[in-house]
């Protein structure tokens, strides 16, 4: 990507991800004629096709979506290098440890206890999010260290150890005619029309198409369970999140969930080191 900057880079992302060079431009807040402009001197210089451009509509081209997927990566790189350097000439030394809340509360809790009592450890500031967002916070320097989940989570470009493996569960509304089977295939729980699975938010923030309901968090999942609109296929652990009015039934045809603990391959912190070192002797 020689010669590229990354102020294209950020205009085409806005283009590609609005389909639409208006609200692009409004979201970065400029005027239309010199984004258009940029995409268009961008795809000279690159000497390909970004955009199919119609009177009513924008789509990506193939090499579109290339560039998309690889300027989204340079940029979180771009900004993770920012974030580190600057916590990294703080005065107070300590490392941030991003996790998804409600998952590995135990494993968490005894990691952090663990650490604590190392000689030379530091603060660790505990960021709890939502899912999908610890590997954002972990990608764009805004967690020196995160625990995520495989295969939920995309672990690429970082290193990495298993801490533990558990099967899935689907959860249930207390009283439903499957909730006394002895297990479910994963064709069974799609199958259930009158409870359908939940729409996690993708990376852009925006829910995938599908009948479920739409959730942000492991709350609001549970009680639209309980109330019989929907159901889930979970980790195990979850289970103790659980109140009276749910069920589970184990799903031994469901992927088995590992959930790591993850770092930039190219970080020296010793901080990140011990608190890793920690995590793999539990």
């Known amino acids: 990507m020689s010669g590229v900057e990354t102020r294209e880079l950020r205009y085409f992302v806005a283009v590609a991800e609005e389909l639409h060079f208006g609200r692009a431009a409004q979201r970065l807040a ?5 984004l258009s402009r940029a995409i268009q001197q961008l ?3 690159l000497g390909v096709v970004l955009l199919h451009r119609t ?8 090499a579109g979506s290339v560039l998309l997927r690889e300027a989204r990566t340079a940029l979180d790189a771009v900004e993770a290098a920012e974030r580190r350097t600057r916590r990294a000439a703080g005065d107070q030394p300590g490392v941030v440890l991003a996790a998804k809340a409600g998952a590995s509360r135990e494993l968490l809790s005894k990691l952090l206890d663990a650490y604590a009592a190392e000689p030379g450890s530091v603060a660790v500031e505990v960021m709890l999010c939502g899912p999908g967002e610890p590997e ?3 990608r764009t320097g805004r967690a020196d260290v995160a625990l995520l989940h495989r295969p ?5 470009g970082f290193d990495t150890e298993d801490l533990h493996t558990e099967q899935q569960v689907v959860v249930l509304p207390k009283g439903h005619p499957l909730a006394n089977r002895a297990h479910l295939s994963l064709v069974e729980v799609n199958a259930q029309t009158d409870l359908p699975l939940p729409r996690w938010p993708g990376r852009d923030g925006g829910h995938p198409d ?3 309901p739409q959730i942000r968090d492991h ?6 369970i309980a109330l019989g609109l929907a159901c889930a296929v979970v980790p195990e652990s979850l289970r103790d999140q659980l109140r009276d009015d749910h069920a589970i039934v184990p799903v031994p045809d469901a992927p088995a969930v ?5 770092w930039p391959p190219h970080s020296r912190s010793k901080a990140v080191a011990d608190l890793v070192r920690t995590a793999t002797r539990l």
């Open 55 to 62: 009177a009513r509509a924008i789509a990506l081209t193939e």
């Open 210 to 212: 599908g009948p479920g």
């Open 30 to 34: 400029m005027a239309q004629p010199p």
């Open 258 to 262: 590992t959930t790591v603990i993850a």
């Open 43 to 45: 795809e000279r210089r």
């Open 152 to 156: 939920y989570d995309t672990t690429a």
């Open 136 to 138: 954002s916070l972990l």
């Open 219 to 224: 709350t609001q999942l549970f009680q639209l």
